[in-house]
Protein backbone atom coordinates (compact mmCIF):
# COMPACT_ATOMS: atom_id res chain seq x y z
CA UNK A 1 0.00 0.00 0.00
CA UNK A 2 1.25 3.28 -1.34
CA UNK A 3 2.40 5.78 1.70
CA UNK A 4 -0.42 7.96 2.46
CA UNK A 5 -3.01 4.98 1.83
CA UNK A 6 -2.67 3.75 5.23
CA UNK A 7 -5.52 4.25 7.52
CA UNK A 8 -6.61 3.87 11.00
CA UNK A 9 -8.93 1.35 10.83
CA UNK A 10 -11.84 2.80 13.02
CA UNK A 11 -13.37 0.84 15.81
CA UNK A 12 -16.41 -1.88 14.38
CA UNK A 13 -19.18 -4.00 15.33
CA UNK A 14 -21.32 -6.37 13.49
CA UNK A 15 -24.37 -7.67 12.89
CA UNK A 16 -24.86 -10.45 15.46
CA UNK A 17 -23.26 -13.75 14.05
CA UNK A 18 -23.73 -17.58 13.51
CA UNK A 19 -27.50 -18.61 12.96
CA UNK A 20 -29.01 -18.82 16.35
CA UNK A 21 -32.35 -17.01 17.29
CA UNK A 22 -31.10 -13.75 17.77
CA UNK A 23 -28.64 -13.95 14.90
CA UNK A 24 -29.02 -11.39 12.22
CA UNK A 25 -29.06 -14.44 9.54
CA UNK A 26 -32.69 -15.61 11.49
CA UNK A 27 -34.13 -11.99 11.87
CA UNK A 28 -33.54 -10.61 8.64
CA UNK A 29 -36.37 -11.60 6.43
CA UNK A 30 -37.81 -7.95 7.03
CA UNK A 31 -34.24 -7.07 4.64
CA UNK A 32 -35.74 -10.19 2.42
CA UNK A 33 -38.85 -8.18 1.74
CA UNK A 34 -36.99 -6.09 0.01
CA UNK A 35 -35.87 -7.92 -2.86
CA UNK A 36 -38.94 -6.37 -4.74
CA UNK A 37 -37.84 -2.84 -4.29
CA UNK A 38 -33.71 -4.78 -4.89
CA UNK A 39 -34.94 -6.07 -8.28
CA UNK A 40 -36.91 -3.29 -9.32
CA UNK A 41 -32.88 -0.77 -8.68
CA UNK A 42 -31.53 -4.05 -10.59
CA UNK A 43 -34.09 -3.06 -13.66
CA UNK A 44 -32.23 0.42 -13.49
CA UNK A 45 -29.07 -0.62 -14.00
CA UNK A 46 -29.61 -3.36 -16.96
CA UNK A 47 -31.15 -0.09 -18.88
CA UNK A 48 -27.01 1.44 -19.19
CA UNK A 49 -25.01 -1.52 -18.28
CA UNK A 50 -21.87 -1.20 -20.49
CA UNK A 51 -20.24 -3.84 -22.23
CA UNK A 52 -17.29 -5.36 -20.10
CA UNK A 53 -14.53 -6.48 -22.87
CA UNK A 54 -12.38 -8.83 -19.71
CA UNK A 55 -13.52 -12.36 -19.62
CA UNK A 56 -13.22 -12.17 -15.74
CA UNK A 57 -15.67 -9.28 -14.27
CA UNK A 58 -14.23 -8.98 -10.89
CA UNK A 59 -17.10 -7.35 -8.52
CA UNK A 60 -17.19 -6.41 -4.91
CA UNK A 61 -20.32 -6.48 -2.80
CA UNK A 62 -20.94 -4.21 0.18
CA UNK A 63 -22.18 -6.67 3.10
CA UNK A 64 -23.71 -10.35 2.75
CA UNK A 65 -27.35 -9.19 1.97
CA UNK A 66 -26.36 -9.56 -1.72
CA UNK A 67 -27.07 -12.89 -3.10
CA UNK A 68 -29.75 -12.14 -5.67
CA UNK A 69 -28.18 -9.10 -6.95
CA UNK A 70 -25.47 -10.85 -7.76
CA UNK A 71 -27.41 -13.73 -9.72
CA UNK A 72 -29.17 -10.83 -11.42
CA UNK A 73 -26.21 -8.60 -12.56
CA UNK A 74 -24.56 -11.71 -13.91
CA UNK A 75 -27.51 -12.31 -15.89
CA UNK A 76 -27.54 -8.72 -17.41
CA UNK A 77 -23.58 -8.90 -17.82
CA UNK A 78 -23.83 -11.97 -20.06
CA UNK A 79 -26.99 -11.51 -21.68
CA UNK A 80 -24.98 -7.89 -22.90
CA UNK A 81 -22.37 -9.77 -23.62
CA UNK A 82 -23.31 -12.72 -25.49
CA UNK A 83 -25.97 -10.18 -27.86
CA UNK A 84 -23.12 -8.50 -28.62
CA UNK A 85 -20.24 -11.07 -29.32
CA UNK A 86 -22.16 -13.92 -31.21
CA UNK A 87 -20.57 -17.36 -30.11
CA UNK A 88 -18.35 -15.94 -27.65
CA UNK A 89 -16.45 -17.87 -24.95
CA UNK A 90 -17.95 -17.95 -21.36
CA UNK A 91 -17.82 -15.34 -18.89
CA UNK A 92 -16.26 -16.25 -16.11
CA UNK A 93 -17.18 -13.57 -12.74
CA UNK A 94 -15.02 -13.52 -9.51
CA UNK A 95 -17.03 -11.94 -6.10
CA UNK A 96 -15.53 -10.32 -3.15
CA UNK A 97 -17.74 -10.28 -0.45
CA UNK A 98 -17.01 -7.33 2.06
CA UNK A 99 -17.57 -6.14 5.68
CA UNK A 100 -15.89 -5.75 8.97
CA UNK A 101 -13.66 -7.65 10.66
CA UNK A 102 -15.91 -8.39 13.18
CA UNK A 103 -18.25 -9.96 11.12
CA UNK A 104 -19.14 -13.55 10.54
CA UNK A 105 -17.90 -14.66 7.69
CA UNK A 106 -18.01 -18.40 8.51
CA UNK A 107 -21.99 -17.87 8.13
CA UNK A 108 -21.54 -16.20 5.26
CA UNK A 109 -19.78 -19.09 3.66
CA UNK A 110 -22.06 -21.56 4.75
CA UNK A 111 -24.72 -19.35 2.84
CA UNK A 112 -23.76 -19.19 -0.46
CA UNK A 113 -25.47 -20.87 -2.63
CA UNK A 114 -24.07 -24.30 -4.10
CA UNK A 115 -24.74 -23.52 -7.75
CA UNK A 116 -23.23 -20.40 -7.90
CA UNK A 117 -21.11 -19.54 -11.47
CA UNK A 118 -18.72 -17.05 -9.74
CA UNK A 119 -15.56 -17.44 -7.83
CA UNK A 120 -16.46 -16.12 -4.34
CA UNK A 121 -13.61 -14.40 -1.36
CA UNK A 122 -14.40 -12.64 1.13
CA UNK A 123 -12.40 -9.17 1.90
CA UNK A 124 -12.63 -8.07 6.31
CA UNK A 125 -11.84 -4.51 6.28
CA UNK A 126 -13.66 -0.95 6.33
CA UNK A 127 -14.88 0.11 2.97
CA UNK A 128 -13.80 3.93 3.85
CA UNK A 129 -10.42 2.51 2.93
CA UNK A 130 -8.37 0.72 0.35
CA UNK A 131 -9.07 -3.43 0.09
CA UNK A 132 -7.79 -3.66 -3.46
CA UNK A 133 -4.89 -3.04 -5.97
CA UNK A 134 -5.23 -0.13 -7.99
CA UNK A 135 -7.51 -0.76 -11.17
CA UNK A 136 -8.78 -4.19 -9.93
CA UNK A 137 -12.79 -3.82 -10.28
CA UNK A 138 -14.91 -3.56 -13.09
CA UNK A 139 -18.32 -2.92 -10.46
CA UNK A 140 -18.68 -1.92 -7.47
CA UNK A 141 -22.25 -2.74 -5.63
CA UNK A 142 -23.19 -0.90 -2.10
CA UNK A 143 -26.58 -2.30 -0.98
CA UNK A 144 -28.24 -0.46 3.01
CA UNK A 145 -24.44 -0.30 4.49
CA UNK A 146 -23.36 3.66 3.76
CA UNK A 147 -25.73 5.25 6.20
CA UNK A 148 -23.56 3.68 8.53
CA UNK A 149 -20.95 6.09 10.01
CA UNK A 150 -17.35 5.59 10.65
CA UNK A 151 -18.02 6.79 13.70
CA UNK A 152 -19.99 8.82 16.10
CA UNK A 153 -19.10 12.51 15.52
CA UNK A 154 -17.03 13.95 18.08
CA UNK A 155 -18.74 17.26 18.72
CA UNK A 156 -22.18 15.47 19.89
CA UNK A 157 -20.66 13.76 22.68
CA UNK A 158 -18.69 16.50 23.67
CA UNK A 159 -20.29 18.39 26.83
CA UNK A 160 -19.06 21.70 25.88
CA UNK A 161 -19.86 21.86 22.51
CA UNK A 162 -22.88 23.46 21.01
CA UNK A 163 -23.34 20.53 18.85
CA UNK A 164 -24.05 18.17 22.49
CA UNK A 165 -26.87 15.96 21.38
CA UNK A 166 -27.87 15.23 25.35
CA UNK A 167 -31.50 14.16 25.42
CA UNK A 168 -31.18 12.33 21.92
CA UNK A 169 -29.35 9.56 20.10
CA UNK A 170 -29.32 9.98 17.21
CA UNK A 171 -29.43 13.43 14.09
CA UNK A 172 -33.10 13.81 14.12
CA UNK A 173 -32.73 16.49 12.37
CA UNK A 174 -34.18 19.39 14.30
CA UNK A 175 -30.93 20.40 16.00
CA UNK A 176 -28.99 22.67 13.73
CA UNK A 177 -25.47 22.07 14.86
CA UNK A 178 -26.13 18.43 16.02
CA UNK A 179 -27.17 17.57 12.30
CA UNK A 180 -24.03 19.68 10.82
CA UNK A 181 -21.85 17.64 12.80
CA UNK A 182 -23.46 14.10 11.36
CA UNK A 183 -23.77 15.96 8.08
CA UNK A 184 -19.90 16.61 8.06
CA UNK A 185 -19.16 13.27 9.22
CA UNK A 186 -21.13 11.96 6.35
CA UNK A 187 -19.21 14.02 4.14
CA UNK A 188 -15.80 12.72 5.08
CA UNK A 189 -16.80 9.53 5.30
CA UNK A 190 -18.66 9.45 1.54
CA UNK A 191 -15.54 11.60 0.38
CA UNK A 192 -13.09 8.57 1.83
CA UNK A 193 -15.37 5.37 0.32
CA UNK A 194 -15.15 7.32 -3.11
CA UNK A 195 -11.54 8.08 -3.00
CA UNK A 196 -10.64 4.33 -2.35
CA UNK A 197 -13.35 2.85 -4.86
CA UNK A 198 -11.69 5.69 -7.39
CA UNK A 199 -7.97 3.56 -6.75
CA UNK A 200 -10.17 0.09 -7.34
CA UNK A 201 -12.45 0.76 -10.15
CA UNK A 202 -10.95 0.32 -13.46
CA UNK A 203 -11.48 3.85 -15.92
CA UNK A 204 -15.29 3.49 -17.34
CA UNK A 205 -16.40 0.89 -14.35
CA UNK A 206 -19.20 0.86 -12.65
CA UNK A 207 -20.35 1.52 -8.79
CA UNK A 208 -24.20 1.05 -8.11
CA UNK A 209 -25.07 2.52 -4.33
CA UNK A 210 -28.57 2.09 -2.46
CA UNK A 211 -28.27 3.79 0.54
CA UNK A 212 -31.55 4.72 2.89
CA UNK A 213 -32.16 8.51 2.56
CA UNK A 214 -34.82 11.26 3.17
CA UNK A 215 -36.64 13.26 1.09
CA UNK A 216 -35.89 16.58 0.24
CA UNK A 217 -37.56 18.53 2.93
CA UNK A 218 -37.94 15.68 5.80
CA UNK A 219 -36.36 15.42 8.95
CA UNK A 220 -35.23 12.09 10.47
CA UNK A 221 -37.70 12.67 12.93
CA UNK A 222 -40.74 12.55 10.80
CA UNK A 223 -39.80 8.72 9.58
CA UNK A 224 -41.16 5.67 11.05
CA UNK A 225 -37.18 4.90 11.72
CA UNK A 226 -36.60 8.37 13.49
CA UNK A 227 -39.89 8.18 15.26
CA UNK A 228 -38.90 4.43 16.69
CA UNK A 229 -35.10 6.02 17.38
CA UNK A 230 -36.53 8.06 19.05
CA UNK A 231 -38.81 6.11 21.20
CA UNK A 232 -35.78 3.73 22.07
CA UNK A 233 -33.95 6.91 23.40
CA UNK A 234 -36.73 7.15 25.85
CA UNK A 235 -36.43 4.16 27.18
CA UNK A 236 -32.72 4.51 27.66
CA UNK A 237 -33.58 7.92 29.59
CA UNK A 238 -36.40 6.20 31.62
CA UNK A 239 -34.09 3.65 32.69
CA UNK A 240 -31.36 5.66 33.67
CA UNK A 241 -33.74 8.24 35.77
CA UNK A 242 -34.32 4.84 37.69
CA UNK A 243 -31.06 3.91 38.02
CA UNK A 244 -31.31 0.82 35.88
CA UNK A 245 -28.60 2.02 33.51
CA UNK A 246 -25.65 4.63 34.20
CA UNK A 247 -27.09 7.97 33.06
CA UNK A 248 -23.65 9.14 31.64
CA UNK A 249 -23.71 6.34 29.13
CA UNK A 250 -27.44 7.00 28.19
CA UNK A 251 -25.96 10.83 27.57
CA UNK A 252 -23.03 9.91 25.39
CA UNK A 253 -24.86 7.34 23.18
CA UNK A 254 -25.65 8.27 19.73
CA UNK A 255 -26.09 5.82 16.80
CA UNK A 256 -24.06 6.53 13.94
CA UNK A 257 -26.32 6.66 11.20
CA UNK A 258 -26.48 9.39 9.23
CA UNK A 259 -29.62 9.65 6.22
CA UNK A 260 -28.95 12.28 3.45
CA UNK A 261 -31.33 13.76 1.18
CA UNK A 262 -30.70 12.83 -2.54
CA UNK A 263 -29.62 16.53 -3.00
CA UNK A 264 -26.96 16.33 -0.25
CA UNK A 265 -25.94 12.73 -1.61
CA UNK A 266 -25.34 14.22 -5.52
CA UNK A 267 -23.13 17.41 -3.89
CA UNK A 268 -20.93 14.93 -2.08
CA UNK A 269 -20.37 13.03 -5.30
CA UNK A 270 -19.93 15.87 -7.75
CA UNK A 271 -17.62 17.87 -5.12
CA UNK A 272 -15.46 14.35 -5.29
CA UNK A 273 -15.14 14.35 -9.07
CA UNK A 274 -14.23 10.68 -9.65
CA UNK A 275 -17.29 9.51 -10.49
CA UNK A 276 -20.07 11.14 -12.68
CA UNK A 277 -23.59 10.40 -12.04
CA UNK A 278 -25.44 7.98 -14.33
CA UNK A 279 -28.64 7.37 -12.31
CA UNK A 280 -29.72 8.73 -9.38
CA UNK A 281 -33.77 7.34 -8.21
CA UNK A 282 -35.63 7.54 -5.12
CA UNK A 283 -37.17 3.80 -4.02
CA UNK A 284 -39.94 3.92 -2.06
CA UNK A 285 -40.34 1.36 0.73
CA UNK A 286 -44.01 1.12 1.99
CA UNK A 287 -44.14 0.20 6.01
CA UNK A 288 -44.79 -2.98 6.85
CA UNK A 289 -46.71 -3.78 10.48
CA UNK A 290 -44.71 -6.88 12.18
CA UNK A 291 -45.46 -7.72 15.79
CA UNK A 292 -43.70 -6.20 18.40
CA UNK A 293 -41.37 -9.57 19.18
CA UNK A 294 -39.87 -8.94 15.30
CA UNK A 295 -39.37 -5.62 15.93
CA UNK A 296 -37.17 -6.21 19.07
CA UNK A 297 -35.83 -9.29 17.45
CA UNK A 298 -34.74 -7.61 13.97
CA UNK A 299 -32.83 -4.12 16.14
CA UNK A 300 -31.02 -6.65 18.68
CA UNK A 301 -29.74 -8.25 15.94
CA UNK A 302 -28.21 -5.39 13.80
CA UNK A 303 -27.70 -2.96 17.20
CA UNK A 304 -26.61 -5.05 19.87
CA UNK A 305 -22.84 -4.97 19.23
CA UNK A 306 -23.42 -1.55 19.49
CA UNK A 307 -25.15 -1.58 23.16
CA UNK A 308 -22.89 -4.09 24.34
CA UNK A 309 -19.68 -2.62 23.57
CA UNK A 310 -20.93 1.07 24.92
CA UNK A 311 -23.13 -0.21 28.10
CA UNK A 312 -21.80 -3.47 28.75
CA UNK A 313 -23.32 -6.73 28.27
CA UNK A 314 -25.00 -7.44 31.55
CA UNK A 315 -26.92 -4.21 30.68
CA UNK A 316 -27.91 -5.33 27.26
CA UNK A 317 -30.61 -7.96 28.48
CA UNK A 318 -32.14 -5.55 30.50
CA UNK A 319 -32.73 -2.78 27.94
CA UNK A 320 -34.12 -5.06 25.05
CA UNK A 321 -36.40 -6.44 28.01
CA UNK A 322 -37.74 -2.99 28.99
CA UNK A 323 -38.01 -1.68 25.13
CA UNK A 324 -39.85 -4.74 24.51
CA UNK A 325 -42.39 -4.15 27.49
CA UNK A 326 -42.61 -0.52 26.06
CA UNK A 327 -43.09 -1.00 22.76
CA UNK A 328 -46.04 -3.31 23.25
CA UNK A 329 -47.82 -0.56 25.77
CA UNK A 330 -46.90 1.98 23.23
CA UNK A 331 -46.95 0.28 19.88
CA UNK A 332 -50.12 2.00 17.79
CA UNK A 333 -48.65 5.43 19.00
CA UNK A 334 -44.87 5.00 17.58
CA UNK A 335 -46.25 3.11 14.60
CA UNK A 336 -49.61 5.07 13.63
CA UNK A 337 -48.56 5.80 10.36
CA UNK A 338 -49.42 3.34 7.66
CA UNK A 339 -48.31 5.96 5.31
CA UNK A 340 -44.83 7.05 5.94
CA UNK A 341 -42.38 4.91 3.48
CA UNK A 342 -38.70 3.94 3.77
CA UNK A 343 -36.93 6.16 1.04
CA UNK A 344 -33.95 4.33 -0.02
CA UNK A 345 -31.65 6.59 -2.72
CA UNK A 346 -30.48 4.43 -5.98
CA UNK A 347 -27.36 5.99 -7.36
CA UNK A 348 -25.60 4.56 -10.17
CA UNK A 349 -21.40 5.63 -10.92
CA UNK A 350 -19.36 5.65 -13.56
CA UNK A 351 -15.97 5.26 -13.32
CA UNK A 352 -14.19 8.90 -14.70
CA UNK A 353 -11.51 8.04 -17.34
CA UNK A 354 -8.52 10.04 -16.36
Sequence with gaps: MENGETKTVPKSWAMVGGDGPRSYAQNSSYQASKRRLTLKALVLILQIFAHFESRILDVLLGRIRTFL?????????????????????????????????????????????????????????????????????????????????????????????????????????????????????????????????????????LMVIIIAGLPDGILMSQTVAGIFNDFFGSCLIDMAKSGVINEEKVDTFNLPVYLSSAKEFEEIIKNNGHFCIERLNRLNHPMMKMKVEFHISLFRAVFQGLLEAHFGRDDVDKIFEYLAKKLAENYDSVFNAANHQHVEHFILLKRNIN
Excluded at 127 to 140: E, Q
Excluded at 164 to 181: D, L, M
Design 69 to 205: AMEKIMEAVEQKYHAQLQNSPPLEFQVFFNDVTANDFNTLFKTLPSYQKYFAAGVPGTFYGRLFPKSRLHLAYSSYSLHWLSKVPQEVVDTKSPAWNKGSIQCSGTAKEVAKAYSAQFKTDMDNFLNARAQEIIGGG
